[in-house]
């Protein structure tokens, strides 16, 4: 594991197992240390709370509002998300002050391929 992992710490939060176990070992490959998988909010803000964690990564329509999650993260304790359902990031240019952007983002988006089109959760 890279020197620096705790600087690439990422919080897994998504309620679908057939997308669960791509995220992590896609993160994983790309040199990222993973907390989770959760599957609920409630258990990614415990997390949260308890680990390095420097992003997150929420499933758009997990159980607990994944918006509401994204905000709490970066509120609390300033902690990004991706969603990787981007067109639920896309409806709410009101409130982004949640989204993660810069090089880490870049990163994580690219480790999912998510850099301009969302991967299929089917």
């Known amino acids: 594991m890279p020197e620096d992992s705790f600087a690439n710490t990422v919080v897994v ?12 070992d896609a993160l994983s490959n790309h040199g990222f240390s993973v907390v989770g998988p959760v599957a609920t909010a409630s258990m990614a803000l415990v997390l949260a709370a308890q680990s ?3 992003i997150a990564v929420v499933e758009a329509g997990l159980a607990g ?7 709490q993260l970066m509120d609390n304790w ?3 998300s991706v969603l990787f359902d ?18 880490l983002a870049s990163r994580v988006r690219r480790a999912l391929s998510i850099e301009s089109a969302p991967p299929e959760v089917a």
């Open 52 to 54: 390095p964690v420097t």
């Open 13 to 24: 939060a998504c309620s679908r197992l057939d997308a669960t176990q791509r995220i992590v």
């Open 78 to 80: 300033g902690v990004p």
């Open 86 to 103: 981007e067109s639920a990031e896309s409806g709410l240019a009101q409130d982004q002050a949640w989204r993660a952007d810069g090089e």
């Open 65 to 71: 509002n994944s918006h509401a999650l994204a905000r």
